[in-house]
């Protein structure tokens, strides 16, 4: 318990706690209209999200990894926890929730934290936008006022629903909403240091209580008076049908949610020249997932706008967290009532605000202008996203960044036929294709540069048995060849095999440590043979004049009685060598 607080609070003295209450406080301001409007947007009651926010957000601070991160109910949640509910209902949504901590806590366990850094950017930004999109026009119908309005899962569906219900437009929830929008937007210009948000629905609240009373929705209206009082403890009934039922949107819970936490913290280290511990920080966010459903809480995550918030306001450490989750329920307890008459027009314009600033808008055009892989893999997650869901928006795009990287990565690979070089200038290799006039009857040399994996495996096993034809000795220069994988040595197994099958000999050259050690482990050294491998291509073309007839060609000669010079790579100077090691170049 006691490594939970090391490098935390080292030092920590009443200068520091005065600047994490305030931090705090003011976070806590942030937090608690987004935590209505996030809760109202999933489908919830808005007390719910008021209970994640001071539940999760103090055992995030307390368990997590990052010294400021601020966790509760997010955005980019809204679309998921929303299907849920409507597909399975709130108890199963808190099941789905409970299942996807004990997820996070696994993830945290197994040290799988840095693995999410390998979700390629154009997939993050693609469901990023997408969800941002969903949640946008998911508050048209509050903005407007629109009455027996449906929520359902899908978004063509939501969108026929405000075109069926458009007649039903209110005047007054159209000005609470312009109201709140506009203070939101001029508020950080004007009054940098008070809450945006918290000032547009305090203003046009005042607004459309004083003048036209009883003419828009209210939280009060719509859900009931929000209680004052502190969440009961349940444990919700789980069955294994349930668990059987719930594993696919815990499972997409605890991705999102750990994928939207660690990027949080990511933007904190940035702002702080810190470094979290991504796998603590699983295993906070997902305690705090497990605990908050028990009082009724809808999952939670890192949340990149109040975390920065909290590091722009002077926090000094994850107390400045707790006191953020303190604040909320306190003021959960004094002004409940008070906040039950909240229009729903005043908080549909803080979600829209919210759903444009998390779009990433201009790193998304920025992708989109590259008109690369990049960009069809941004286009294809965000669309997925709007129009089907979030799960096969992220595994299309995943499968189709992972196939457009194998393609690239095949293209690296080289396989280049070599031949010494006859011109007065020694010491130099050709590499190139070259023609028939020029090829030696009895040795082929390759320089293969360039990954030997899946993506480009067959290309190399056609390019070599395709011009390797009467020759005794092939010669494989493999000093760029980084790794193979098991794609890569089927078709390399079918190299030696296929040549060896014919009484011919192949020597490798220049094979680095960590590529020898996989031939060692997959039997191809032994195959091959252990006197067949040589650190320099001279050496080996030495060993392949002894087993040929030297006078059969130009070719050959040229090998055995002409003098070059080889450029060392290690001593930077030039040594003159005996007659084939002209071919050495580089390896």
Request: include cysteine; charge should be neutral; hydrophobic fraction near 50%.
């Amino acid at each position: 318990m006691k490594s939970l607080f090391t490098g935390r609070y080292e030092g920590y003295s009443i200068h520091h706690l005065k600047k994490d209450l305030i931090s705090g406080i003011i976070v806590g301001i942030v937090a608690i209209p987004l935590a209505m409007s996030f809760a109202i947007a999933s489908g919830v009651k808005p007390e719910y999200g008021i209970y994640t926010a001071f539940i999760a957000g103090i055992l995030i601070s307390i368990f997590g990894g990052s010294k400021y991160q601020i966790g509760g109910p997010t955005g980019a949640f809204v679309p998921i926890l929303l299907g849920i509910v409507i597909s399975y209902g709130y108890e199963n949504l808190l099941i789905a929730g409970l299942m996807a901590g004990i997820i996070l806590c696994l993830m945290g366990i197994f040290k799988l934290g840095s693995l999410i850094k390998f979700i390629p950017r154009p997939v993050t930004i693609g469901f990023t936008a997408g969800i941002a999109v969903i949640i946008f026009t998911g508050q048209i119908a509050n903005f407007l006022g629109l009455k027996n309005v449906e929520s359902h899962e899908y978004f063509i569906d939501n969108i026929k629903e405000i075109v069926t219900h458009i007649n039903t437009t209110s005047f007054y929830s159209v000005l609470t909403a312009i109201i709140s929008l506009v203070i939101i937007l001029i508020t950080p210009k004007v009054l940098p240091k008070i809450p945006a948000a918290l000032a547009g629905i305090v203003v046009s609240t005042l607004v459309a209580t004083i003048f036209f009373s009883g003419q828009v929705a209210t939280i009060a209206t719509a859900y009931g008076v929000i209680p004052n009082t502190l969440p009961d403890f349940a444990i919700p009934e789980i069955t294994f049908e349930r668990i059987q039922l719930l594993i696919g949107p815990a499972f997409v819970i605890a991705m999102l949610g750990g994928i939207e936490s660690l990027l949080s913290a990511v933007v904190a280290d940035g702002m702080t020249n810190t470094k979290h511990n991504s796998n603590r920080e699983l295993i906070g966010q997902g305690i705090a997932n497990i605990v908050t459903p028990l009082f009724g809480g809808i999952p939670a995550t890192g949340a990149i706008a109040r975390t920065a918030t909290n590091i722009k306001t002077g926090a000094a450490s994850p107390m400045s967290g707790v006191i953020h989750g303190v604040f909320v329920l306190v003021t959960l307890l004094l002004l409940a009532p008070v906040a039950s008459h909240i229009p729903l027009a005043s908080m549909a314009p803080v979600l829209m605000v919210v759903a444009w600033n998390m779009s990433e808008q201009k790193h998304f055009a920025h992708i989109l202008k590259l008109k690369s892989g990049d960009s069809l893999v941004l286009m294809i997650t965000f669309l997925l996203t709007v129009f089907t869901s979030l799960t096969l928006a992220v595994e299309v795009g995943l499968v189709l960044a992972i196939v457009l990287f194998a393609k690239r990565m095949s293209e690296k690979l080289v396989v280049t036929k070599v031949l010494p070089d006859h011109s007065k200038e020694s010491g130099k290799v050709q590499s190139h294709v070259v023609h028939q006039k020029r090829d030696c009857p009895q040795i082929s040399i390759y320089t293969i540069e360039g990954p030997l994996f899946f993506g480009a495996a067959q290309n190399f096993e056609e390019a070599i048995v395709s011009s390797v034809q009467q020759q005794k000795v092939l010669i494989l220069r493999m000093s760029k060849v980084p790794f193979l994988d098991t794609t890569g040595e089927t078709y390399f197994g079918n190299v030696v095999r296929n040549f060896k099958a014919q009484g011919d000999t192949i020597l490798v050259t220049g094979v680095q440590d960590e590529l020898k050690l996989a031939l060692q482990n997959n039997g191809l050294y032994a195959e091959i043979g252990e006197d067949n491998f040589y650190p320099h291509t001279g050496e080996a073309i030495n060993k392949a004049l002894s087993y040929l007839d030297i006078n059969k060609c130009i070719g050959c000669k040229h090998f055995a009685f002409r003098e070059c010079q080889e450029l060392s790579r290690d001593k930077g100077t030039v040594n003159k060598v005996t007659a084939p090691s002209c071919l050495i170049g580089e390896d």
